[in-house]
């Protein structure tokens, strides 16, 4: 996978994300002003449903956050480990091209 395409996959995400909480304010808000209420009814509502917006908000910027620390841990951990197999499968190499030739000689290299 490359970086490109995980960031354009992250902000087409967070694009989508944004737009269903503006969406969803927009909608919100709109269906108390037509609701038959005083004032200081809809005022008040429209500050509960504001709060109670935010908080979500908030809360689903805190999940995603994790998620990708998450997958960048999971990255690391995957590339630490691909690492360590290259570096075995070289020692493997050298050791059966140490025994093929009767001493721990480096091979020669083409360039």
Same mark, same amino acid.
């Given at each position: ?7 354009? +996959?992250?902000?087409? +995400? ?9 969406? /969803?304010? &927009?909608? /919100?808000?709109?269906? $108390? $002003? %037509?609701?038959? !209420? +005083?004032? #200081?009814?809809?005022?008040?509502? $429209? #500050?509960?449903?504001?709060?109670? %917006? @935010?908080? =979500?908000? *908030?809360? +689903?910027? *805190? =999940? /995603?956050?994790?998620? &990708?620390?998450? %997958?960048?841990? !999971? ?9 360590? @197999? ?7 190499? !050298? ?17």
């Amino acid at each position: 996978m490359h970086v490109n395409d995980n960031y354009e +996959t992250t902000s087409h +995400t967070s694009g989508f994300v944004m737009g269903l909480l503006c969406g /969803a304010a &927009v909608g /919100a808000a709109v269906g $108390l $002003l %037509l609701a038959p !209420k +005083t004032g #200081a009814e809809m005022r008040r509502t $429209l #500050a509960d449903q504001a709060e109670r %917006l @935010r908080r =979500q908000a *908030g809360e +689903t910027y *805190g =999940q /995603a956050s994790e998620a &990708v620390s998450d %997958l960048m841990d !999971k990255g690391r951990r995957m590339a630490r480990k691909g690492r360590e @197999r290259v570096d075995d499968a070289i020692q493997d190499a !050298k050791s059966a091209y140490a025994e093929e030739t009767g001493g721990p000689r480096e091979p020669s290299r083409p360039y």
